[in-house]
Structures are given as C-alpha cells and as structure tokens.
C-alpha cells in the first residue's frame, strides 16, 4: 500500500507570493492534517480534515488554508508569503476522525526568499 | 505556551546502553501520547503510543513509560542500535475533549555511537 505522498518535495518561493501544496493520504485514509516544523519549535498543528470538512484548526492567521477534495486528497494554500513562513510542511493521514495513529508524508520544504 | 516540552535537544549513547528521551506536558487534559522518530529528509515514524489509562506500553526494544501524576513520560531503547540515531518527537492529545489535534514537542536527535 503506498504512503502519504508530498508534492512538489521542494519550492522556492518570494515574500509575498502564495503557493499551494498538495497531499495524497493513504488509499482508504479520510483524515488529514498539516503541521509546521520549523527548527525550535518542533511540528505545529496547522488544521485537521475529515471528510471535506475542517475538523480542527491550530493557531496560524488567515494566510494559511485548506481544503480536502471528495478522494480525500488535500491541498493547503498560504498567500502573502513572509520570510517566516519558510519551514517544512508535513501532512499526515489517518483512518478516520477517531484513529490515534497518523501516518506522516515526507513534508514539502518551502523557502521563502 | 508549549503545551508540550524536550527539554533535551539532544543526547549521546552507545551503542548496547539504554538510551531514555523524555517528555513533560502541562495539560491534564492530554490523555494519548504517542512518540514519533524523524530521519532526515522523511516524514516522522510512528513508533509507540500510550494511553492514560495505562503508565507502561512496551513494543520490543522500545518502552514508554507515563507518570501522570508528573505529567511525565519517558521512551526507553534498549538495547540501543546506531540505526535508532533520529530526531524522537513526543505527542498528546485531549480525546475526550473530541479533538484529535496532537500537540508535538520540539525533538530531541539521538546519536547511538558504535
């Protein structure tokens, strides 16, 4: 069975940009949640999706959104790029909306110029 | 606020030895931990998990332990391999508030010496 698939793996980006990530969940896995990893801060819980619907949300401002398709693919989006916003992006599937166990794609890194 | 604390950015162990990485909350509400290992260039691994209603889950070399009343818990390896070296990331959750948002610490990388 193939994993959580990332795309694209890397992205150069400038400040005020915006750029969209996408995520493959496992086949069968209709949750999906993004987290920010930053050095210091470890993985930072962006927001959670289950069945096209926004589950959860962690504490980032509007620039960072999200959306998950009916396949349970999911996309998130960040506009207005800051330098801050330079990090590794991960997504992480899971059966459904009660399964404690995440299964972590290999994350989009972002550099923002 | 971390919610969630490493407070050992890192740590060195040889090869055989018991290595111990460990992880306060401050949350009482948290009552599923989980740790994770993270290779470079890879997503983070599963590894063990726990819930609060238990203070010990063991899956071969690897051992948690929690101590609630602390709000501590700990991940054992023994014995340590040099395939264990990795950045160890603990997790909670609140379930019973029907969240299931985890709330990560910061890592602590984990050098087994040979």
Redesign the interface.
Known sequence: KAG?TQTPRYLIKTRGQQVTLSCSPISGHR?V?W?QQTP??????LF?YFSETQ??K?NFPGRFSGRQFSNSRSEMNVSTLELGDSALY?C?S?LD???????????TRLTVT | DQQVKQNSPSLSVQEGRISILNCDYTNSMFDYFLWYKKYPAEGPTFLISISSIKDKNEDGRFTVFLNKSAKHLSLHIVPSQPGDSAVYFCAASATTSGTYKYIFGTGTRLKVLA
Do not use: D, I, T, W
């Not at chain 1, 210091?40 to 819980?45: A, C, D, M, V």
């Not at chain 1, 909306?97 to 994350?107: I, L, M, N, R, V």
């Open positions: 959580v949750s949640s987290y210091g801060q470890g993985l930072q819980f959670e589950r959860n962690g991960l992480a899971s909306a009660k399964s404690y166990e995440q299964y972590f794609g290999p994350g």
